[in-house]
């Protein structure tokens, strides 16, 4: 049995502080994890994943879940929803498929989001991991009528003035 011994700073993150929760490189879990604390996971994630902090996936941590959390960093693999009241960063080799919701999106060169993306505006408090089905894409509407046809305006330039653009309707 191999022994690794942590030093400080192998549990201290600079995005968010101390990581108290580790999934690591070599295990796998199956369920659901809410805690009040920082969560990094280097292995396999499958279920719900819920904290009050932040969650770092790194290099070669795998996410089958929906994640909520105040700081969302991406290193490896996220197959879910991204809920991060604060801020997303999706660094050059993080991947995520599926859809993100969060005041701060970052993706750096190289990294990919593949999903819908919504941008909160306030501070919202954290919703309830089954407040809504994870099939649900986070920006729908919830309405057809939003993306009718009638619903829509086209924004054209306008030749014949000075101004930049102007709504044709």
Known sequence: MKMTILKKSDTERPE?????????????????LETG????????????LKTDTGVIINNVGRVEADIVAEHV??????VGNIFARKQLDICATGRVKGDVEAEVVTV?????????????????????LESRPSSTPLASTGTEEDNSPQNIRLIRPEKDNNQDFAVNQ
């Open 73 to 78: 960093v991406v290193h490896g693999t996220v």
């Open 37 to 48: 604390s920082n969560v990094c996971i280097e292995g396999l994630f499958r279920g719900h």
């Open 108 to 128: 750096a060169k190289g990294g990919v989001l593949d999903g819908f993306c919504k941008m909160l505006t306030a501070p919202l408090g954290l919703p309830d």
């Open 16 to 32: 968010f502080g101390k990581v108290v929760t580790l999934i690591g490189p070599d295990c796998t879990f199956e369920g659901t």
